[in-house]
Structures are given as structure tokens and as C-alpha cells.
């Protein structure tokens, strides 16, 4: 094939008019909007307006092969056809994937001009793995070469847009105010350093960047698939809300947003999140981003230039909490000796550091109040530097450091829209690593996207990263089917790692050591154990080792295999359970699976009383579930009436969480006695209803049986009738639509915001149906986080007061809300990134707030006032 020929043929008079036909047309009023206009925007085969279809692009694929293959003259001597003429059909197919994937490309239209053509065309072929993969070296040529046509008109498309000359433009100025404010701020930031200080920090940034540059998908440990993935590729961006408050400011809840919005603007804050819910992959995002100083620009001002100290309080359990000089050490650094003395210290006096300390929860119970007063200690003796902090929720009070100065974020539940990117972007990693399975991996991300949104029980289950990364596991594991339950699904997960894996790579032993999976689950067990018993999270080896010689002898599938030294090492290499952070200590790759052994481990021994005695504690929560849904039906009945009954001793604070232990635990047991389930009812009736807002979500977190409590919303006052709106909307499931509509009629403000704000929780046409429709519009603020919600408010007719709690292009905002002149006030939740000329589309808009650490808005239209909270 002669590329010269080929290339000669796609004349741009051939190219340019169907490459056109892939953009909707630039309508009126275009130019006036100078908000990024992301390429999927453009497309006209993707959004709910559009004019083309896959077998449309597939018709312009088409035409650009024939015209690629086809000779001026149809065939004349010395013109040959590139390809096989059935080799044209399968270019077409390859051609066809690769344009659809334009909607897959994330990046404005701005930065897509700043390419060259070459750099454009393999962005797109990377948003489109394995096309190529059934093509010849001809067919893969030909390919390249009409993408690499085809990118050059894109680009040249773009530039001739109306509005992209006036948005270039806008966004240089922007750049450079940006610039200007950054280095205002990192002139503040980076007094004079050393040549030893300025080296030794290069180098750190550069390796931390590296070492945290890494997440762990559950369950692409496939053959051929790395144990792990760049954060930068796999990372989902998650949701932060802030922590509500009393009612009795009447203000409106602050919706979800972006974590990083949620950050900006704060130097103290404490995250909370349930096991699995991404803490620490966003504090290693936090550091990556920072290392490489590539952040986003909501946080590029508060963090630019900073130094990132990741701390995971697990890794202190042992020596306590390390000073700055140690920090590098304490935390495995390999290059902690060639720091310069006293970095770390002159770091933090210098204000220009960022610590990320992660984890509270996993600090021994009596240990986490000296760590709160040293955090106030450093804090005060350290201004200037920015504290993240997590812990999952119960582990510390509402209350923690808020007087030390700390903000209180929580990571929001995945949404469904969070769910269905998680499940998108999980099959697409996998299918980069294997693109000969390209095909069926499609077929199961279709299925699963359909089985979470249809099948309740498991979109009970998809709320975090870790079970999302669990369901695609097992549902491509098992090839479409997948167990329902939590026990099942850790059961299921147990197996996949356990057994299967080695199995159906057709790997053989690479250490002489063959286990069933049940020896290995036993040993493991012996782990968890003493974890859970010594209050660790993490262990040392040498006391690893020590256990399993202690259990080996009792397990003769496994003694007879290898010594306890030989057997730790076969479990660290070939379970994918366990890891060593550091030489000398192992631990569980998270700690949701060293909970659900260390309950399998007590139930076997029948040591329901040492879970009795440490019912109490925040750590021991989640082993009691998963004990209840492991244990035999006696078992589960003297371990619920055990939480009950009343044990001398304790607080009353400590009684009550116990009874609430139990009636989280109902759901779990799959046999209880009828007379058990009922007395646990009996002992919490009065327990649902709780005097403060913060006593009425703590009521949340025990599941929907809670619904079955809660008082008739028809009998109660006003006051109580807002705190069983808020328990009932902190269960996330769509049960609790039916209570909530016995709450849509009332008219007290702070109620009707309640209701309003937890839409996003449930399905979108069905609370907007049947909660949304209801509620007394007067003063209440309407959040919208995604365009599925937009719509619906349309066809309710619209709403006066909205509230903007997702990402919307300005066009979308114009389109989606209806009627235009209805709108008379609108709070953004975070800053949109463009001027405000765009409201004059609505023009009965009287009042525009927006969100307290969002920059100043330019370009409100006359007439419309700002308030800034």
C-alpha cells in the first residue's frame, strides 16, 4: 500500500463535508457563552437532540473507506487497492469505533486546538481499545491514516466556530490572572530554600508521585492484568457533602459536589466515609496531584507548591504518632535517610505543607483523643499548612474538631450516575489490558448497568468503590451472574481470589505449594483474628509468622506443604488478600475483607461473647453484622438478645448503640426466631425517635428496617415530623419513597428542603413523581445534580428556585430549564467557570447566589442582584 496514493484520495473537498456531518450545527447566540465547550457537546450522535445514530456514523465510515480504496478511475492499471476488498469491511468497522469514541474524549474544544493532529488522532484511537486488533498491517495503516485525516478536519473545524476565537481569548486572560494569583501565592509559600532543601524536595515530589501513583481495582488481577492501575486513568472523582447541621437556621442544605470543590477554600478538614467509600484513594490523588502539580484549578491556588505528607494512622498503631523529623521514615519512604535534618520541620514552620492523615478510625479507640490533642497542638505550633483528615463516620463524635477549627465533609454515596461511570470505567481498564475480550466485556458492562439500576438488592450494594469493584469482578467472573447479598458477594469474592484465579489462568504452583482454598481461608482467618482481638489493623511479620506456626499443625493440608515462613509467603504472593507496606509488617488489602474473617474466625469459635464485650466500640460494628449473617439461627438469636440486654458498666450512651447494633443486624440474619425479631423491635420503637437532627441520621445507617419503625408521619408535630424526614432520607433506598410521601404535603420550609435535597438518593422518575410534584414550591430551592433531573422538573413544569449541585454547560441549563421566564432565582453550588451573561436567557431572574468559596461572578446581567454566602 502506497500511503501517498491513499492520502492523495481524501481531498479535503471529499473529507471535510462528512467529517461536518459527525457536529450539530452552531446555533444562535453561540458565541455568547464562554464556558468550555466540552467535544461530546458538539457531537451529533450523542445527547438527547441528536440527528445521528451508530449506523450513521457507520454510513460516513463507510464513504471515507470507499473514497480511501476506490482509484480516480475506478480501477486503472497501477492503481491497486490498498486492501483486501474483504479486509474493507472490517477498516470500516475499526473506522466506526474509533469516531463513536469522540464522545469518549474527555477535553474541551479549546484544548483539542492546542494539538497537533497526530497528538488528536491517537487520543482518539486510545478512546477506542483493541479496534483494530482483527485488522492486517494494510487494514491497521489504513486506519491510521484515515483518523489522522479525519483528526485534521476535527481540529479545523474547531477553529472555525464562531465562538472559539472570542472563548480562546477569554480563556488566555483567565490563564493569566490564574498565573498571576499562583504566583502571588507561591512567592508566599517557598521562602528561600537551601540547594540541599530544593534537591531533596525534587526528588520527593518525584517519588511520591511514583509510590502513590496506584490504585487497586478490585478484581482486574486477571491473567495478564497488573495487581494495579494508574490513579490518573482508573480515579473516580467523587462527592463530598457537608456535614448538615441543625435545622434551626432555616438555611437550605448544601448539596453533593465534586470533592475537589468541597475542598477549596478550607486548610482544616475532617472527611468521613464508610469502610470502601474512597477516603484513601483520595488522599493519594491529593498527594499524586500535588507531587506533580498538576491539580485542578478549584484547589491549584490553595495547593500549589505544597509539600504532600501522607500518614495512615494504621502504620502508628504500634509506636504512636510520629514527629515531622520521623515522618518520611515512620511511613516506609525508601529515601528517608537523604532527607536534610530538619526538612520536614522548617516544611511545616514555613506553612508549605499538605498532611494527609488518614484514618482515625484505625487508631486503638483510647489512643484517638491524644490524637486529636496533638493534631490541635500541631496545628497551632504549624499555621498556614493545609490538614486532611478521615476516619469513618462513628469512629469520632459529630463534633470532633470543629473547635479546633476543621470543617466536616462526609463522601457522599455513589449516585446512580456514579455507579453506571464506575461500572463504564471498570470495563474499559480492563478491556486496555485484555483487548481480545474486548467483545464479551462490552456484553457484560451492558448487563451489569442494567442489572444495578432494575435489581434492588444490588443497587443496595453498589454504593462505594470497593463493592462496585467487587459486583464487575464477580459479574464477569461468573459470567454474567452474580450472588445476591453481602455475605454471598464476600463468599463469592473469597472464591474468585482464593481458588478460581490460579485455576482458570492454567497457572501452576510457582512456590511447590498447592492449598484448597478452604486451608487458606482458615489461615487467613487466624490473621484477621488477631488483628481484631489486639485492636490492629496491620501486623508485624514476625508475628504473622508466628500465628501461623502456632495454627499449622491443626491444618494438615498446609503443614505438610511448607513451614509457617514458606505458607505466609504463598499467602501474601497468591491470595490477593494480603500486602506488605512496609519489610516488616502485613496487612489486608482493605480492611472490609480482615472484618468479614475475623467474623468468620469468631463465629467458628464460638466466641460470641468476646463480640458482646466489644459491642460498644466503632471498630467491632462491622464484625458483629457480618457474624449475625454467618451464624447458624441460635446463634443469631442469643447474640441479638446479648446486644439487648442490659450489662453493667456501661453508659448509657453505650447501651443504646448496642440495641441500634442490633436492629442493624436484623436485616443480616438470614433465619431469626419471629419472637427475637419482634423483641429487637420492642426495644428500639422509642429508640426512632430522637429529639436532634444528629440523633435522627445516626438512625440511618441501620437499613431500611428502621422504615418499618418510624412513627405514622400524619400523627406527629411539625418538629418531629422534619427529624423523621431526615432519618428517612438517610436511607438510601428506594423503600423509603413510600414513608417520605406521608411527609410531600407539609408545608414547613425546613421539611419541604429536606425532601427536596435527597432526590439524588433515589430513582429520579419515581421521586420526582411521587415526592418532587408534591412539595409546596414557595421559597424552596429545587437541586438539580444531573440533566435525567433537569428533564424532570421540565416535564413538572418547572420550578422558581433551583439550585445547581452538578456540572452543566451553560447550553445545557438554557435548554433544560422551562420555562424560561419562570425561573426568578438560581444558587450555583460551585463555580461554573464562565461569565454570567448566559442568565440573560431568563428574564424574570431576580436574585443569583452563589456558593461561599466560589470566585467572583462576572457578567450578571442588569436587574439581577448577587449574594454571596
Known amino acids: 500500500m502506497d500511503p501517498m496514493i491513499v492520502t492523495a484520495r481524501l481531498a479535503p473537498k471529499v473529507v471535510a463535508p462528512l467529517v461536518k456531518k459527525l457536529f450539530v450545527r452552531e446555533g444562535p447566540g453561540a458565541a455568547l457563552v464562554d464556558k468550555p465547550v466540552r467535544i461530546s457537546g458538539l457531537l451529533s450522535f450523542k445527547g438527547e437532540k441528536r440527528t445521528l445514530g451508530e ?71 486510545r478512546a477506542a481499545p483493541g479496534a483494530t486488533r482483527e485488522l492486517t498491517h494494510d487494514g491497521t495503516e489504513l486506519h491510521a491514516i484515515l483518523v489522522g485525516t479525519a483528526a485534521l478536519h476535527i481540529l479545523h473545524f474547531f477553529s472555525q466556530r464562531a465562538a472559539f476565537v472570542p472563548r480562546t481569548l477569554v480563556e488566555q486572560s483567565r490563564q493569566l490572572a490564574d498565573i498571576g494569583d499562583t504566583l502571588g501565592a507561591l512567592s508566599d509559600r517557598l521562602p528561600s ?63 453533593a459536589v465534586p470533592a475537589e470543590q468541597a475542598l477549596c477554600g478550607l486548610c482544616r478538614i475532617l472527611i468521613r466515609g464508610v469502610a470502601g467509600s474512597g477516603k484513601t484513594t483520595l488522599l493519594q ?18 495547593l500549589h507548591g505544597r509539600v504532600p505528607f501522607l500518614l495512615p494512622v494504621r502504620r502508628f498503631a504500634r509506636d504512636g504518632f510520629p514527629s515531622p523529623g520521623t515522618f518520611l521514615a515512620a511511613v516506609g519512604y525508601p529515601g528517608a535517610e537523604a532527607q536534610p535534618p530538619g526538612w520536614a520541620d522548617r516544611v511545616l514552620r514555613a506553612g ?68 453506571a461511570a464506575f461500572i463504564q470505567r471498570w470495563h474499559r481498564a480492563a478491556a486496555q489490558q485484555e483487548p481480545e475480550d474486548l467483545d464479551c466485556l462490552a456484553g457484560y458492562e451492558h448487563t451489569l448497568l442494567n442489572a444495578v439500576r432494575i435489581t434492588r438488592d444490588l443497587g443496595r450494594l453498589a454504593t462505594n468503590p470497593l463493592m462496585c469493584g467487587m459486583l464487575c469482578a464477580l459479574h464477569r467472573d461468573r459470567r454474567g451472574y452474580l450472588p445476591n447479598g453481602r455475605k454471598e458477594l464476600y463468599d463469592a469474592a473469597l472464591s474468585m481470589l482464593l481458588e478460581r484465579r490460579d485455576r482458570e489462568r492454567a497457572m501452576g504452583t510457582t512456590d511447590g505449594i498447592d ?43 498446609a503443614a505438610r506443604q511448607g513451614g509457617p515462613e514458606e505458607i505466609y509467603r504463598h499467602l501474601l504472593n497468591r491470595t490477593g488478600l494480603l500486602r506488605e507496606p512496609s519489610p516488616d509488617t502485613v496487612d489486608f488489602v482493605h480492611r472490609t475483607f480482615q472484618d468479614f474473617l475475623a467474623a468468620r474466625a469468631t463465629v467458628q469459635r464460638h466466641d460470641f461473647g468476646l463480640l458482646l464485650n466489644h459491642a460498644h466500640l466503632s471498630e467491632w460494628e462491622d464484625v458483629i453484622r457480618m457474624a449475625v449473617a454467618l451464624a447458624r439461627p441460635d446463634e443469631c438469636a442469643a447474640l441479638l438478645n446479648g446486644l439487648l440486654a442490659p450489662r453493667p458498666g456501661i453508659r448509657a450512651a453505650e447501651a443504646r448503640h448496642r440495641k441500634l447494633l442490633a436492629a442493624a443486624c436484623v436485616e443480616h440474619a438470614t433465619e431469626l426466631d419471629p419472637e427475637v425479631r419482634h423483641r429487637v ?98 421559597q424552596l430551592y429545587f437541586p438539580v445534580a444531573d440533566v435525567e433531573e433537569l428533564h424532570a422538573l421540565r416535564r413538572l413544569g418547572g420550578r422558581p428556585y433551583l439550585q445547581i449541585a452538578g456540572r452543566f454547560s451553560a447550553a445545557e441549563l438554557i435548554g433544560g430549564i422551562a420555562p424560561a421566564d419562570g425561573l426568578r432565582r438560581l444558587w450555583l453550588a460551585y463555580d461554573l467557570g464562565i461569565s454570567m451573561e448566559w442568565l440573560a436567557a431568563f428574564p424574570q431572574l431576580e436574585l443569583l447566589t452563589v456558593g461561599g468559596r466560589l470566585p467572583r461572578v462576572t457578567g450578571v446581567p442588569d436587574g439581577v442582584h448577587v449574594v454571596e454566602l
Open 285 to 302: 490523588w491529593l498527594a499524586v496531584a500535588t507531587a506533580r502539580d498538576e491539580l485542578p484549578a478549584s484547589l491549584r491556588r490553595a
Open 55 to 125: 449506523r450513521d456514523v457507520r454510513r460516513l465510515a463507510a464513504k471515507l473507506v470507499e473514497r480511501a480504496v476506490t482509484p480516480p478511475d475506478h480501477g486503472a492499471n497501477g492503481h491497486e487497492r490498498p486492501v483486501a476488498a474483504d479486509e474493507e469491511r472490517a477498516v470500516t468497522d475499526a473506522l466506526t469505533r474509533t469516531l463513536w469514541a469522540l464522545g469518549e474524549i474527555d477535553m474541551d474544544v479549546a484544548q483539542a486546538a492546542r494539538l497537533e493532529a497526530a497528538d488528536f488522532a491517537r487520543q482518539l484511537c
Open 515 to 557: 492449598l484448597p482454598r478452604q486451608p487458606k481461608i482458615q489461615l487467613l482467618q487466624k490473621l484477621a483474628h488477631w488483628m481484631l482481638v489486639n485492636g490492629r489493623s496491620e501486623m508485624d511479620r514476625a508475628i504473622a509468622v508466628d500465628t501461623l506456626a502456632q495454627h499449622l499443625p491443626a491444618i494438615p493440608d
Open 681 to 778: 423491635r420492642r426495644f428500639t420503637r422509642d429508640m426512632v425517635r430522637p429529639s436532634t437532627a444528629a440523633g435522627a441520621r445516626a438512625l440511618g445507617w441501620i437499613g431500611p428496617i428502621v422504615l418499618e419503625m418510624l412513627p405514622d408521619p400524619a400523627e406527629v408535630s411539625e418538629g418531629e415530623a422534619y427529624l423523621l424526614a431526615v432519618t428517612a432520607t438517610s436511607i438510601a433506598d428506594d423503600m423509603a419513597i413510600d414513608y417520605l410521601t406521608g411527609l410531600r404535603k407539609r408545608t414547613e420550609l425546613d421539611l419541604r428542603m429536606q425532601l427536596a435535597g435527597a432526590w439524588r438518593r433515589y430513582d429520579t422518575a419515581r421521586y420526582a413523581r411521587e415526592v418532587i410534584a408534591h412539595l409546596d414550591p414557595d
Open 352 to 419: 508549605r505543607a499538605l498532611l494527609l492523615i488518614d484514618g482515625v478510625d484505625e487508631a486503638p479507640e483510647d489512643e484517638r483523643e491524644a490524637l486529636r490533642r496533638l493534631l490541635r497542638d500541631w496545628t497551632a505550633l504549624y499555621p498556614g499548612n493545609v490538614w486532611i483528615v478521615t476516619s469513618r463516620p462513628s469512629a469520632v463524635r459529630a463534633d470532633w474538631l470543629t473547635d479546633d477549627g476543621f470543617a466536616e465533609l462526609s463522601l457522599a454515596p455513589m449516585s446512580r450516575e456514579d455507579i
Open 193 to 255: 530554600r537551601s540547594a540541599e532543601d530544593a534537591a531533596f524536595e525534587a526528588r520527593y515530589a518525584h517519588d511520591t508521585a511514583v509510590l502513590h501513583n496506584h490504585l487497586t481495582i478490585f478484581g482486574i488481577d486477571l491473567a495478564h492484568s497488573p495487581d494495579s492501575w494508574p490513579l490518573d486513568a482508573a480515579y473516580l472523582g467523587l462527592r463530598c457533602e457537608a456535614e448538615p447541621q441543625s435545622a434551626e437556621g432555616g438555611t437550605t442544605p448544601e448539596p
